[in-house]
Nanobody, 114 residues
Framework: QVQLVESGGGLVQAGGSLRLSCAAS????????MGWYRQTPGKQREFVAE???????NYAVFAKGRFTVSRDNAKNTMYLQMGSLKPEDTAIYYC????????WGQGTQVTVSS
Protein backbone atom coordinates (compact mmCIF):
# COMPACT_ATOMS: atom_id res chain seq x y z
CA GLN A 1 0.00 0.00 0.00
CA VAL A 2 1.28 3.45 -0.93
CA GLN A 3 -0.21 6.84 -0.17
CA LEU A 4 0.73 9.63 -2.54
CA VAL A 5 0.40 13.28 -1.61
CA GLU A 6 0.83 16.10 -4.11
CA SER A 7 1.87 19.62 -3.29
CA GLY A 8 3.16 22.70 -5.04
CA GLY A 9 0.12 23.71 -7.04
CA GLY A 10 -1.11 27.27 -7.11
CA LEU A 11 -1.78 30.32 -9.22
CA VAL A 12 0.85 31.46 -11.68
CA GLN A 13 0.92 33.87 -14.62
CA ALA A 14 1.33 32.62 -18.15
CA GLY A 15 4.98 32.06 -18.91
CA GLY A 16 5.77 31.26 -15.31
CA SER A 17 6.96 28.10 -13.61
CA LEU A 18 5.83 25.74 -10.89
CA ARG A 19 7.28 22.63 -9.34
CA LEU A 20 4.90 19.94 -8.17
CA SER A 21 5.94 17.34 -5.65
CA CYS A 22 4.53 13.90 -4.98
CA ALA A 23 5.52 12.46 -1.62
CA ALA A 24 5.06 8.73 -1.07
CA SER A 25 4.32 7.10 2.26
CA UNK A 26 7.06 4.53 1.77
CA UNK A 27 10.11 3.90 -0.34
CA UNK A 28 9.59 4.47 -4.05
CA UNK A 29 12.68 2.50 -4.96
CA UNK A 30 10.70 -0.46 -6.26
CA UNK A 31 7.73 1.44 -7.64
CA UNK A 32 7.97 0.43 -11.28
CA UNK A 33 6.65 3.63 -12.71
CA MET A 34 5.46 6.97 -11.41
CA GLY A 35 3.94 9.83 -13.24
CA TRP A 36 1.55 12.73 -13.55
CA TYR A 37 -1.87 13.09 -15.06
CA ARG A 38 -4.13 16.10 -15.22
CA GLN A 39 -7.82 16.73 -15.48
CA THR A 40 -10.08 19.67 -16.23
CA PRO A 41 -13.84 19.79 -15.61
CA GLY A 42 -15.80 17.79 -18.15
CA LYS A 43 -12.73 16.13 -19.63
CA GLN A 44 -11.03 12.81 -19.12
CA ARG A 45 -7.87 12.60 -17.11
CA GLU A 46 -4.92 12.90 -19.46
CA PHE A 47 -1.35 11.68 -19.27
CA VAL A 48 1.35 14.28 -18.65
CA ALA A 49 4.62 12.52 -17.88
CA GLU A 50 6.08 9.30 -16.53
CA UNK A 51 9.36 8.14 -15.02
CA UNK A 52 10.34 4.52 -14.48
CA UNK A 53 12.36 3.06 -11.64
CA UNK A 54 15.29 3.01 -14.05
CA UNK A 55 14.95 6.69 -14.76
CA UNK A 56 13.47 6.49 -18.24
CA UNK A 57 10.99 9.25 -18.98
CA ASN A 58 8.05 9.70 -21.27
CA TYR A 59 6.06 12.87 -21.95
CA ALA A 60 2.84 13.90 -23.56
CA VAL A 61 3.37 16.00 -26.66
CA PHE A 62 2.20 19.16 -24.93
CA ALA A 63 4.68 18.60 -22.09
CA LYS A 64 7.81 17.97 -24.12
CA GLY A 65 10.32 20.76 -23.80
CA ARG A 66 8.36 22.52 -21.07
CA PHE A 67 7.93 19.94 -18.29
CA THR A 68 10.51 17.74 -16.60
CA VAL A 69 9.67 14.76 -14.43
CA SER A 70 12.18 13.46 -11.90
CA ARG A 71 12.32 11.29 -8.81
CA ASP A 72 14.43 11.30 -5.68
CA ASN A 73 14.35 7.80 -4.24
CA ALA A 74 16.16 8.92 -1.09
CA LYS A 75 13.33 11.36 -0.35
CA ASN A 76 10.54 9.09 -1.59
CA THR A 77 9.42 11.95 -3.79
CA MET A 78 8.69 12.56 -7.44
CA TYR A 79 8.65 16.00 -9.03
CA LEU A 80 7.20 17.75 -12.03
CA GLN A 81 8.99 20.93 -13.01
CA MET A 82 6.71 22.94 -15.27
CA GLY A 83 7.86 25.93 -17.26
CA SER A 84 6.50 28.26 -19.94
CA LEU A 85 3.08 27.64 -18.48
CA LYS A 86 0.01 28.43 -20.55
CA PRO A 87 -3.60 29.04 -19.50
CA GLU A 88 -4.50 25.69 -21.08
CA ASP A 89 -2.25 23.99 -18.53
CA THR A 90 -4.82 24.91 -15.88
CA ALA A 91 -6.01 21.65 -14.33
CA ILE A 92 -5.90 19.42 -11.30
CA TYR A 93 -2.64 17.50 -11.45
CA TYR A 94 -2.59 13.97 -10.06
CA CYS A 95 0.35 11.88 -9.00
CA UNK A 96 0.29 8.22 -10.06
CA UNK A 97 2.29 5.18 -9.12
CA UNK A 98 2.34 1.60 -10.34
CA UNK A 99 3.52 -1.53 -8.61
CA UNK A 100 1.15 -4.47 -9.00
CA UNK A 101 -1.58 -1.92 -8.25
CA UNK A 102 -2.21 1.62 -9.37
CA UNK A 103 -2.09 4.38 -6.79
CA TRP A 104 -3.34 7.94 -7.12
CA GLY A 105 -2.89 11.06 -5.09
CA GLN A 106 -5.69 13.45 -4.25
CA GLY A 107 -4.60 16.06 -6.77
CA THR A 108 -3.28 19.60 -6.63
CA GLN A 109 -4.78 22.56 -8.48
CA VAL A 110 -2.68 24.47 -10.97
CA THR A 111 -4.15 27.68 -12.35
CA VAL A 112 -2.39 29.67 -15.04
CA SER A 113 -3.69 33.17 -15.63
CA SER A 114 -3.37 34.97 -18.94
Amino acid sequence: QVQLVESGGGLVQAGGSLRLSCAASRSIFNINSMGWYRQTPGKQREFVAEITSGGSTNYAVFAKGRFTVSRDNAKNTMYLQMGSLKPEDTAIYYCWGLTTTQYWGQGTQVTVSS
